[in-house]
């Protein structure tokens, strides 16, 4: 059997614009836009960028690259990431500027302050590295970053919940996007968490799913802010949780995907494994075992056995429970079918007892 080739890396939108702007700054010095441009990443790699665009503009320079995300499918790959120079105030050293498509903050919480461009705290360092490695010293430089399309993009994003108006973050940590890894899901995750807390949100929910997210937030009449939309990766919501814990936590999910969280399980994709239909088979009154063992669905299940959604959300709360222990966090499970309908409760409880999950 062949081999298939590992996955391609890409680039993080900082990175992007790092390059983009690190060519402008350079046409601004002398005229010419170095093609590739070279820039070196937060760990030390130096790497180099085909530029898309270039052109001196009245009073700046500008210069683009196009996003190559690898084998990652990221909604921003193929963008046109641009970089817009111009000399700034004495003394007021880099400055940077949301262009067109890309975001602002609005709401605390975020790494950034509300008002300021999404662009976040790595990136701005990377693009100062950058400009001052060029000039010797940090510039006097306003940098304008803009991704054309970018607010369209942003729809496909958390960015609004975030609070982030306008279009896209800036994003990345090392520069490098590594395929699958799901980084800025979990991150937008975190993140969603600290705005909740700094607006003084005391009950959050998180959500397998959109339609587990609408039925939950029905139910408990909580605004947008307040619900998280964790996919599969209910253990980085819980393990961020437990450190930056708020009062109240509701887990919220379909059927398939919480019988998974019942049976132990953190990561709740597919890919990592099926649902334990004997250990399902196990919940329901011995009458119906053999019914919900020869179900092709853990749907199915719940239909032939109506009584296994209580005990599900019970084991479910109680996987959740652990990861969660020692916090004074009060905890839920609810999940819904695909009709949104209530089938599986663990209510609001405090969570007791020593963390036994690392």
Not at 87 to 111: D, E, I, M, N, Y
Not at 150 to 176: D, F, Q
């Amino acid at each position: 059997m062949q081999q298939k080739p590992p996955l391609r890396r890409g680039w993080t939108t900082g990175a992007c614009a790092t390059a983009a702007a690190a060519a402008a700054f350079s046409a601004l010095q002398d005229g010419c836009f170095p093609d590739p441009v070279e820039i070196t990443l937060p760990r030390g790699q130096v790497v180099a960028f085909s530029l898309a665009e270039a052109a001196l503009i009245d009073g700046g320079a500008m210069a683009a690259v196009v996003k190559d995300a690898g084998d990652d499918p990221d909604v921003t790959h193929g963008a046109l990431v641009r970089a817009t120079l111009r000399p700034g105030k004495a003394r007021s050293g880099v400055v940077f500027r949301a262009g067109p498509g890309v975001g602002t903050v609005t709401r605390p919480g975020l790494p950034i302050p509300p008002g300021e461009p999404a662009i976040n705290p790595v990136p701005r360092q990377m693009i100062r590295d950058a400009l001052r490695a060029r000039a010797g010293c940090e510039p006097d430089m306003v940098v304008e970053i803009s991704i054309p399309g970018g607010e369209r993009l942003a729809e496909r994003t958390l960015n609004r919940r975030l609070g982030i108006v306008g279009g896209l973050s800036i994003l990345g940590t090392t520069g490098i996007v590594i395929p699958f890894s799901c980084a800025a899901w979990i991150d937008s995750i975190h993140r969603g968490i600290d705005v909740a807390r700094a607006v003084g949100i005391n009950h959050v929910a998180g959500a397998t799913g959109r339609n587990s997210e609408q039925a939950v937030q029905a139910l408990h009449g909580m605004e947008d802010v307040a619900l998280i939309e964790m996919g599969d990766f209910v253990g980085g919501l819980l393990k961020y949780l437990r450190v930056h814990p708020v009062p109240r936590v509701t887990i919220a999910g379909g059927v398939a995907k919480l019988t998974k969280l019942a049976q132990g399980r953190l990561d709740l994709n597919s890919g990592r494994g099926a649902v334990d239909m004997a250990a399902l088979a196990e919940l329901a009154p011995t009458a119906l075992r053999s019914a919900v063992l020869a179900a092709n669905t853990v749907a199915e299940a719940f239909l032939l056995a109506p009584g296994l959604g209580e005990a599900v959300a019970a084991g479910a709360w109680k996987t959740a429970a652990d990861v969660l222990a020692g916090t004074a966090i009060e905890l839920e499970i609810v999940l819904f079918d695909a009709a949104g309908a209530l089938v599986g409760r663990a209510g609001f409880r405090p969570v007791h007892g020593r963390n036994l999950r690392r």
